[in-house]
């Protein structure tokens, strides 16, 4: 922690003293680089276990067989991930392209509560079980379902007010980035999932599979959000977005776990109950959205209310999943059970 407070701070003051003198943007880059270093020299000085530095052949073409495909895996996911706003600047100009970003980042929110946290242990997780694929397919398909009952009320609820939301969040003069915010929440949800996807996947290692599906979703993505620009502007383009990732991406991720038995009927099995619920909620919100136009707090309260009920309704049939979980955690750090 101490370590990750220098870093921080240093940067920032830094950045804050370069801007200052006039270095403008580049301030920020100056700052960001100057803070990593200097936490990568205070990691390698205050070791909590001793190491030294040697060059050991034995380990080179395991690490670069792994590695490799996901570090090419990253500079795809980057254009992936940019590759919509650039779309959208380069065809429709800067205003739409505020309206797609002040979208994109309510249609993060969720996704940095979640993903974010999950991804931080769940590796961990798969990890402890990777030796007992049965287990690990049991646990992955209880953990999807879970998921499914918490997630998806919630991200289409969230799509069915988008317009409430974005008039509270940001203004009158910014409902246009609604349009937009409806089909980001989908394709911000559809991404949780594909990410453990991509986690399991990774674990069991077969990184080369997840580097040609980002490779896939590129040459894919790429096109669809031309045409979706060109059709119906930035709504068009979040479309694209959320189609490319609920029919290319998050099939193709699913597809692969077949190699610890997993299948397509089973995640249907294990899924379909939260999603017809979830579209259901969604529906019912907007629903409420359309019936008092013009109005914000009482569609977006009732909405939440009623999203609530849903994901506890479904929440307390994953309790038996939840304390698998935890004990899965406990096997992994023992002094935890104390």
């Known amino acids: 922690m101490g370590i990750d407070l220098v870093n921080v701070w240093s940067g920032t003051l830094l950045s804050l003293i370069l801007a200052l003198a006039g270095w403008g943007a580049m301030s920020l880059a100056v700052g960001r680089i100057?803070?990593?270093?200097?936490?990568?020299?205070?990691?390698?000085?205050?070791?909590?276990?001793p190491f030294r530095l040697e060059w050991n052949r034995e380990y080179v073409r395991p690490l670069l067989r792994f590695g490799l495909p996901l570090a090419g895996t990253s500079a795809i996911v980057f254009a992936v991930g940019y590759a919509d706003q650039l779309t959208v600047g380069g065809m429709l100009g800067a205003v739409a392209l505020g309206y797609y970003v002040l979208a994109l980042n309510l249609s993060n929110w969720?996704?940095?509560?979640?993903?974010?946290?999950?991804?931080?242990?769940?590796?961990?997780?798969?990890?402890?079980?990777?030796?007992?694929?049965?287990?690990?397919?049991?646990?992955?398909?209880?953990?999807?379902?879970?998921?499914a009952a918490v997630l998806t009320p919630a991200f289409l609820a969230l799509a069915g007010a988008s317009v409430p939301l974005v008039r509270l969040v940001y203004g009158e003069v910014w409902l246009p980035a609604a349009a937009a915010l409806t089909w980001l929440v989908v394709a911000a949800m559809v991404k949780v999932f594909s990410e453990l996807s991509y986690d399991l996947i990774v674990v069991i290692g077969r990184t080369g599979t997840v580097f040609w599906i980002q490779c896939v979703s590129l040459m894919v993505l790429i096109p669809?959000?031309?045409?979706?620009?060109?059709?119906?502007?930035?709504?068009?383009?979040?479309?694209?977005?959320?189609?490319?990732?609920?029919?290319?991406?998050?099939?193709?991720?699913?597809?692969q776990l077949r190699?610890?038995?997993?299948?397509?009927?089973?995640?249907?099995?294990?899924?379909?109950?939260?999603?017809?619920?979830?579209?259901?909620?969604?529906?019912?919100?907007?629903?409420?959205?359309?019936?008092?136009?013009?109005?914000?707090?009482?569609p977006l309260a009732l909405g939440a209310l009623i999203t609530l009920a849903v994901i506890a309704l479904l929440a307390n049939r994953h309790r038996e999943t939840l304390a698998q979980l935890r004990l899965i955690s406990r096997t992994e750090h023992p002094e935890q059970r104390s």
């Open 34 to 49: 100057v803070g990593s270093l200097i936490s990568v020299v205070l990691f390698l000085r205050v070791p909590t276990v």
């Open 110 to 147: 969720p996704v940095s509560l979640v993903s974010q946290p999950l991804r931080r242990v769940a590796p961990a997780t798969f990890s402890v079980l990777q030796r007992d694929k049965q287990q690990l397919r049991d646990v992955m398909l209880k953990l999807m379902s879970l998921m």
């Open 224 to 255: 669809a959000l031309v045409l979706g620009g060109w059709m119906n502007g930035v709504g068009g383009v979040a479309m694209a977005q959320a189609a490319v990732s609920s029919l290319v991406v998050l099939p193709l991720y699913l597809w």
């Open 259 to 298: 190699h610890i038995g997993i299948t397509m009927t089973d995640v249907l099995a294990k899924t379909w109950l939260p999603v017809v619920l979830g579209v259901l909620t969604g529906v019912t919100v907007w629903g409420l959205t359309l019936l008092m136009p013009g109005q914000t707090l009482l």
